[in-house]
């Protein structure tokens, strides 16, 4: 098993402010994603990282992969209430690809 | 197209009994994957399948078996249902080996009393 430890776990903030999540391992992984998870639905992928200091944008969303492919980061500017969810990365490894996710970060923006 | 589709959407089992879990995707995906989800541990692989015929191990495979007879179904058998099982289960597809978005289903919460 491969672990990714996710900080922090909990991420309360006013709309319009910034935050990052950041997704931190000691082995490196063949690609990076990130999941979104609404309360009572399964995960929904926003992004895939491949190469070591990819970056990439999605609208207000900025994911980073770290240059030796064991970090990743995902940054989010002027946070809205409908940005609120758990976000999951997960890792993935070996020749089929099998995926190792973080405990996830609960995001909660307020109106 | 429904995607990834589980059943059922809750569950309760007392200790001891078995149950299935049943997962099926219509977009023609050669991976199928378990995890369970419990709070502060993310997503956990049970049991994973990369095509028809051929399953292997997760990180959390003992308590559970799986089967794949077609490329569309992949349900999960709880042989003998213990608390420590009481979680959200979640189905999903992909197409494959590389770096593919994972389709998932959405989820089944069993309590094992």
């Known amino acids: 098993t491969q672990l990714l430890e996710q900080s922090p776990q909990f991420l309360s903030i006013q709309e319009g402010e910034n935050l990052t999540v950041y997704c931190n391992s000691s082995s490196v992984f063949s690609s990076l994603q990130w999941y979104r998870q609404e309360p009572g639905e399964g995960p929904v992928l926003l992004v895939t990282?491949?190469?070591?200091?990819e970056v990439k944008k999605l609208k207000r969303l900025t994911f980073q992969f770290g240059d030796a492919r064991k970090d990743s980061s995902l940054h989010i500017t002027a946070a809205q209430p409908g940005d609120t969810g758990l976000y999951l990365c997960?890792?993935?490894?070996?020749?089929?690809?099998?995926?190792?996710f973080g405990a996830g970060t609960t995001v909660t923006v307020r109106a | 197209n429904a995607g990834v589709t589980q059943t059922p959407k809750f569950q309760v089992l007392k200790t001891g009994q078995s149950m299935t879990l049943q997962c099926a995707q219509d977009?023609?995906?050669?991976?199928m994957s378990w995890y369970r989800q419990d709070p502060g541990m993310g997503l956990r692989l049970i049991h994973y399948s990369v095509g028809a015929g051929i399953t292997d191990q997760g990180e959390v495979p003992n308590g559970y078996n799986v089967s794949r007879s077609t490329t569309e179904d992949f349900p999960l058998r709880l042989l003998s249902a213990a608390p420590s099982q009481t979680s959200v289960y979640f189905c999903?597809?992909?197409?494959?080996?590389?770096?593919?978005?994972?389709?998932f289903g959405p989820g089944t919460r069993l309590t094992v009393t």
């Open positions: 990282v491949v190469t070591g200091g």
């Open positions: 999903a597809s992909n197409p494959g080996p590389g770096p593919y978005e994972q389709y």
């Open positions: 977009m023609n995906h050669e991976y």
């Open positions: 997960a890792g993935a490894w070996g020749y089929d690809y099998k995926l190792s």
